[in-house]
């Protein structure tokens, strides 16, 4: 049985609970911990029920009026919060480097369950996976996680985090609180997507933001690229490696050159410089609205919608950002801010599937690295 953390929440030595008052009896904790083992077995690993039972285990004592503990605190642990391809990997490798000794490292993986890519139905360029559903790939990454005793997975996002002596202190949703000597910011980005309507529900399946992710499925078709400001100008540059049918719906801000006009009169690129102000599904594709009436119909439409970092971690440790508004992080991937590291589309301007996990790799190597650095040297203690 892959390790517990109701058990382990009571159990380890040092505990403290919120009001300094006893914890609940043993027999309590093993009732909880036997009712969630019988209905993973009658169900499968799959189905979540010890992530679920782990989650609930503070409000469900607080129900019974039991006093509920400070921290979900194991001294040795990496807490790896994650919303993006690169915290599949990352659990893996700080695991399969465990001591062999006294299995002292410990992973705790916090999930909210909201990852980028979920609108998308396929994921494209992940090398034997291409074309494999989003949450295919998730699901089969998180089993894949069963095996290793030393991870658990708790499918509750983190809404805090502080520094403390010996490492960090994070604040569960749930109401519960864990202890780490490391932390591993895989939170990923939010899209913030034009006010146009009808464009969030298409966003993903024929709205799309990458070419190199999605354009061969559409290659050769006719398709639209919405230029909001110059930002999305790069795009502009790739489509017609696609398509000889492009359709540029110019906001203002793009701020189009007479050089770059000419460029596209060249390729017999058409610009519309309406505001587009519907999209709607249509056939395969989407009809295109304009503020003058135009109607057009396309296979799909392209653009670079903004992004922010995802939650509120990253802000409340003091972690810098670039002028690009990514996670500054060094070659080591460890942020500003020492012991926090940070991978995938929150740590990078390359968002895509194997390279968020590509990221997640280097950041566990780093982090393993440090940790190893630091008890050899016999710094555990104040690490």
Request: glycine fraction near 10%; charge should be negative; charged fraction near 20%.
């Amino acid at each position: 049985m892959r390790g517990r953390l109701i058990s382990a929440t009571f159990a380890r030595d040092g505990l403290q609970t919120l009001s300094g008052a006893a914890s609940p009896p043993p027999s309590v904790v093993r009732a909880l911990d036997a009712w969630a083992d019988r209905r993973e077995a009658a169900l499968g690993p799959a189905s979540g029920v010890r992530a679920i039972a782990d989650a609930a285990v503070v409000p469900l004592l607080k129900l019974l009026g039991f006093d509920t503990p400070a921290r979900l605190d194991a001294p040795d642990r990496t807490i790896l919060h994650a919303s993006s391809p690169s915290g599949v990997i990352v659990p893996v490798l700080v695991v399969a480097w465990d001591s062999p000794l006294d299995g002292a490292w410990r992973t705790l993986v916090l999930d909210a369950g909201e990852p980028r890519n979920a609108p998308s139905p396929a994921s494209h360029g992940v090398f034997t996976r291409d074309g494999a559903p989003p949450a295919e790939l998730l699901r089969e990454a998180r089993a894949q996680l069963a095996p290793y005793a030393t991870v658990t997975l708790c499918d509750v996002p983190a809404v805090g985090a502080r520094l403390v002596e010996g490492g960090f202190e994070v604040e569960l949703a749930s109401g519960g609180r864990a202890h780490a000597r490391r932390l591993l910011l895989a939170v990923g980005v939010k899209d913030e997507l034009p006010a146009i309507e009808g464009l969030a529900s298409l966003w993903g399946t024929c709205v799309l933001h990458c070419p190199y992710c999605h354009g061969w499925e559409v290659r050769d078709q006719p398709l639209a690229v919405h230029l909001a400001d110059r930002s999305s100008v790069p795009l502009m540059t790739l489509l017609p490696g696609w398509t000889h049918d492009l359709l540029v719906c110019a906001e203002p801000a793009a701020g189009l050159s007479g050089e770059e006009r000419d460029l596209l009169a060249a390729r017999g690129v058409t610009i519309v410089e309406a505001p587009l102000t519907r999209v709607a599904a249509w056939k395969d594709g989407l009809t295109l609205e304009f503020a003058d009436g135009r109607l057009e119909s396309r296979r799909a439409l392209f653009l670079r919608p903004p992004h922010v970092i995802r939650g509120p971690l990253p802000g409340l440790l003091g972690c810098e950002l670039t002028e690009a508004g990514h996670l500054r992080v060094g070659q080591d991937h460890q942020t500003s801010v020492p012991g926090v590291y940070a991978a995938g589309d929150a740590a990078g301007p390359v968002h895509q599937v194997l390279t968020a996990a590509a990221s997640g790799q280097q950041a566990a190597l780093a982090l393993n690295r440090d940790l190893a650095e630091a008890d050899f040297r016999g710094s555990r203690a104040a690490s």
